[in-house]
């Protein structure tokens, strides 16, 4: 059972970058794929990006290509989400997940772990 903890949320200006992090323990998570996701007051659980076992393939949803980007270190059994030019639509509590699929998953129930999330706030 793989244990993830998403850190590196906070409160930032508009325009500003956060970098997330997400450590896995208790297993290797070299051979899954892995998501972000967020939620915001109020709303679903929507899927951010992704990015598949290797880190060669990657894909964000339209609202934050170009400015957020994944990657991973296997070596360090982490995930990364950085995020630059925030805006306060970006406001929300960000999830990192894993799966075992060989693509690159894009919805909740294709992911079998996840973090507890880490908050992320954007003043305007």
């Known amino acids: 059972q793989v244990q993830l903890v998403e850190s590196g949320g906070g409160l930032v200006q508009a325009g500003g970058s956060l970098r997330l992090s997400c450590a896995a323990s208790?297993?290797?998570?070299?051979?899954?794929?892995m998501g972000w996701f967020r939620q915001a007051p109020g709303k679903e659980r929507e899927f951010v990006a992704a990015i598949s076992w290797s880190g060669s393939n990657t894909y964000y949803t339209d609202s934050v290509k170009g400015r957020f980007t994944i990657s991973r270190d296997n070596a360090k059994n982490t995930v990364y989400l950085r995020m630059n030019s925030l805006k306060p639509e970006d406001t929300a509590v960000y999830y990192c997940?894993?799966?075992?699929?060989?693509?690159?998953?894009?919805?909740?129930?294709?992911?079998?772990?996840w973090g507890q999330g880490t908050q992320v706030t954007v003043s305007s």
């Open positions: 997940a894993s799966s075992s699929s060989t693509s690159l998953p894009r919805t909740r129930n294709e992911y079998g772990a």
């Open positions: 208790g297993r290797t998570i070299s051979g899954d794929a």
